[in-house]
């Protein structure tokens, strides 16, 4: 059974930093896109970061670029969402997702993500 588990969510104050896990058993990294979501509350989910973990190519959606790095352990099964310069608006749930293969241009569309963590919350205040 595919299973992803969040953790290192937590309060920072606006320009700090965190860092999100997400492991994962039942499977073991190979050619599967990993990915991060957040929802903030009465917003849709968007996408944050993907990366592809047979290649190591990483994606960003534009509000995070050149603050948040995605990364993979592969002999911990395990990855990583560094995120600095945190601001107000980072403020959401954040979740992992994986999926089969490599998504390229739809790497950052939760459509194409089959498991799904529950989530960790992150709270930036100024």
């Known amino acids: 059974q595919i299973q992803l588990m969040e953790s290192g969510g937590g309060s920072v104050q606006a320009g700090g930093s965190l860092r999100l896990s997400c492991a994962a058993s039942?499977?073991?990294?190979?050619?599967?896109?990993l990915g991060w979501f957040r929802q903030a509350p009465g917003k849709e989910r968007e996408a944050v970061a993907s990366i592809y973990t047979a290649g190591g190519d990483t994606y960003y959606t534009d509000s995070v670029k050149g603050r948040f790095t995605i990364s993979q352990d592969n002999a911990e099964n395990t990855v990583y969402l560094q995120m600095n310069s945190l601001k107000l608006e980072d403020t959401a749930m954040y979740f992992c997702?994986?999926?089969?293969?490599?998504?390229?241009?739809?790497?950052?569309?939760?459509?194409?993500?089959?498991?799904w963590g529950q989530g960790t919350q992150v709270t930036v205040s100024s």
């Open positions: 039942g499977f073991t990294f190979s050619s599967n896109s």
């Open positions: 997702a994986a999926s089969n293969g490599r998504l390229q241009r739809f790497a950052l569309d939760a459509a194409y993500y089959r498991w």
